[in-house]
């Protein structure tokens, strides 16, 4: 990590490092004690215990979560897990107040939180209720809404909603309810 600030680095991406949570910690405490600056990003599925996100404060500066599922039956129909929601709005609520609104210096992120949520083909209901319950709950936070959303392996096969590519009306139909309900803090792509 001190090699890379070294090199120029805006950051430290944690990709999908729950299972190694402890170990991470270990390390960025040494990084933090041997001069590291750059903010760490703990970059995830937004499926996280609270008791690990806790054991976490103080360490991680940018929590970048992703909001998959608002339902039950979408997290169990598209990810075998019957209560993604419930633990996402869990973690999501931790990782707010400990790391506050996202904060930009230089169009750099250097600390707060970004909700991620990417659109599926065919389930604008699912991102609809994804987009209320933050807004109700969390406010008008930072919010990347995603449309590279691409059928892989067996998804036709198992799941033929979401076995096709997303098309612009259905991102479009997103943006716009995001807009709708108050979100002003929004990064889009293109499809």
């Given at each position: 990590?001190?090699?890379l600030e070294e090199k120029g680095a805006h950051n430290i991406?944690?990709?999908?490092?729950?299972?190694?949570?402890?170990?991470?910690?270990?390390?960025?405490?040494?990084?933090?004690?041997?001069?590291?600056?750059?903010?760490?990003?703990?970059?995830?599925?937004?499926?996280?215990?609270?008791?690990?996100?806790?054991?976490?404060?103080?360490?991680?500066?940018?929590?970048?979560?992703?909001?998959?599922?608002?339902?039950?039956?979408?997290?169990?129909?598209?990810?075998?897990?019957?209560?993604?929601?419930?633990?996402?709005?869990?973690?999501?609520?931790?990782?707010?107040?400990?790391?506050?609104?996202?904060?930009?210096?230089?169009?750099?992120?250097?600390?707060?939180?970004?909700?991620?949520?990417?659109?599926?083909?065919?389930?604008?209901?699912?991102?609809?209720?994804?987009?209320?319950?933050?807004?109700?709950?969390?406010?008008?936070?930072?919010?990347?809404?995603?449309?590279?959303?691409?059928?892989?392996?067996?998804?036709a096969l198992r799941h033929p909603v979401i076995g096709r590519?997303?098309?612009?009306?259905?991102?479009?139909?997103?943006?716009?309810?995001?807009?709708?309900?108050?979100?002003?803090?929004?990064?889009?792509?293109?499809?």
């Open positions: 990590m001190l090699e991406n944690l990709v999908t490092p729950t299972h190694y949570a402890p170990e991470i910690k270990s390390a960025l405490i040494k990084a933090g004690e041997r001069g590291m600056k750059i903010p760490v990003v703990y970059n995830s599925s937004g499926y996280e215990r609270v008791e690990t996100l806790k054991s976490l404060e103080g360490i991680i500066d940018i929590y970048m979560p992703d909001a998959k599922f608002a339902s039950r039956e979408c997290s169990e129909k598209y990810s075998d897990v019957s209560d993604y929601a419930e633990v996402n709005k869990k973690a999501l609520i931790e990782m707010k107040r400990q790391a506050g609104d996202l904060k930009i210096k230089n169009d750099i992120a250097v600390s707060g939180m970004l909700i991620r949520h990417m659109v599926l083909p065919g389930e604008e209901e699912n991102s609809k209720k994804a987009l209320e319950w933050i807004m109700e709950e969390l406010g008008d936070v930072h919010l990347s809404i995603m449309s590279q959303y691409h059928p892989c392996h067996e998804a590519r997303l098309n612009a009306e259905e991102y479009g139909e997103i943006v716009q309810y995001a807009d709708e309900l108050g979100f002003t803090k929004v990064f889009t792509q293109e499809l």
